[in-house]
């Protein structure tokens, strides 16, 4: 795996010293048990795998990369590089602009750009359409585009699933950058719809088994699918890909009941001519994150505390699953941890905030799971768990915790 030239600030002291620990142990990384650092008061279970992915790292490299190679020049950024903001906002901080929102409403016009301007693609990549107006404009998009070659892998397969002759069902949520991005792609290559989750699907599943009419179809699946894309031709072949960022344990579902769908459907002596196995467009990072939150999970806790941005994917996905366990407190820096009693957190699914107290129980040992989304740096984690080591100054050292793990 490369290694990327990314801010020291970025690291951590405690973090990054256990990967590199669990790295040694462990290097064909087949063990997704935590990592206990037992401070006496407080025992934290550090996932085996979070924080920084390959794609984030490369799209981190090539930004300071851009900003280091053009003082003179004018920098934007597509829209946010990665959902985190601290580093968004350290990339603010040093001059560059963002052109758009997350949602791709437009900040600053595509008029007011020359040719001479630097215009950074973020990790999620960006639209046909939208590069086509950069290149217009005589910008060169190649030069810093940071797009995740995950996510381009999912590109590729779309694009052997319209040379086949299937119609691509894309497992995302239609508002995210990345989805945007895959979309306008995979509508180049062959009829394309989005479906959100299992729910969703089944839905689609209904229309495909005749169970709902074309009406209930367009009402359900409006803006949606590609133009001119007509159900009751286009489903009659069908491979799924996804969002790298999405529930890995969803995508997999979702591509299972298709392929019972046309199995039911079509029979299943000559199913491939109906259903594609695409299941190698799954993200690496966001299925071994998910694994190793699962690896956590099957040890005792009192609660859980994930990091990361409150408009992260990958990261509500980890909420997601811990929440089916245990308390579990979505922060997006130590700074939402007031005091020993006090946390403010966010409530995904509600999207609101929310105010704790008592948020650690008054045990004689406390059971912390600590893990983060695949755009935290380890600097962050490592902030949240010194600021509530300080809260119990009966703790042990930190490095004789660190060395006891060797």
């Known amino acids: 795996m490369k290694n990327f030239n990314i801010p020291d600030f970025y690291k951590s002291r405690v973090i990054s010293k ?14 997704f048990n935590p990592t206990i ?21 490369n799209a981190i490299e090539i930004s300071y990369k851009a900003i280091e190679e053009n003082p003179d020049k004018k920098i934007f950024l597509l829209s946010q ?54 290149n217009k404009i005589g910008i060169e998009v190649r030069k810093y585009d940071t797009t995740c070659p995950f996510v381009e892998r999912v590109w590729k397969k779309s694009e052997k699933l319209g040379e086949d002759n299937y119609t691509i069902i894309i497992h995302g949520k239609f508002n995210h950058e990345e989805t945007r991005a895959t979309f306008s792609r995979s509508e180049q290559n062959a009829p394309s719809i989005i479906v959100k989750d299992i729910t969703e699907s089944r839905v689609l599943g209904d229309y495909i088994l005749g169970n709902i009419t074309k009406e209930e179809f367009n009402i359900i699946f409006k803006g949606k699918y ?32 298709f392929k019972n769908v046309m199995s039911h459907k079509f029979g299943s002596v000559d199913l491939t001519k109906h259903f594609a196995d695409t299941r190698d467009t799954l993200c ?9 939150t699962l690896g956590m999970l099957k040890n005792k806790a009192d609660l859980a505390i994930v990091v990361g941005g409150y408009n992260s994917s990958n990261t509500s996905h980890i909420v997601e699953l811990c929440e089916q366990k245990l308390p579990t407190y979505f922060i997006s820096s130590e700074r939402e941890i007031i005091s020993k009693n ?33 755009s935290c740096p380890d ?8 600021k509530i080591i300080s809260f119990f100054p009966e703790s042990k050292n930190i490095d004789s915790v660190i060395d006891a793990l060797k």
């Open 18 to 31: 256990v990967k590199e620990i669990r790295k040694i142990n462990d290097p064909r990384k087949k063990d």
């Open 81 to 134: 590089m990665i959902h985190n903001p601290d580093v968004n906002n350290d990339l603010l901080n040093r001059g560059v602009k963002f052109l758009m929102d997350t949602s791709g409403n437009q900040i600053i016009p595509f008029t007011e750009l020359t040719s001479s301007d630097i215009v950074i693609i973020p990790a999620f990549g960006t639209t046909l359409k939208i590069e086509a107006e950069l």
């Open 284 to 292: 690496y990072a966001t299925n071994e994150n998910q694994e190793a």
């Open 342 to 374: 006090e946390i403010k957190h966010f409530d995904f699914l509600h999207q609101k905030h929310l105010h704790t107290m008592d948020f650690l129980p008054s045990s004689k040992t406390i059971d912390i799971i600590l893990t983060s989304g695949a």
């Open 379 to 386: 600097s962050i984690v490592d902030e949240v768990l010194q």
């Open 226 to 257: 590609s133009e001119n894309f007509d159900p009751g031709i286009h489903l009659e072949r069908v491979g799924v890909i996804n969002q790298t960022t999405m529930l890995a344990t969803e995508t997999e579902e979702i591509a299972d009941f």
């Open 37 to 57: 650092l037992d401070f006496g008061p407080i025992r934290f279970h550090i996932a085996r795998h979070f924080g920084f992915c390959y794609g984030v790292e």
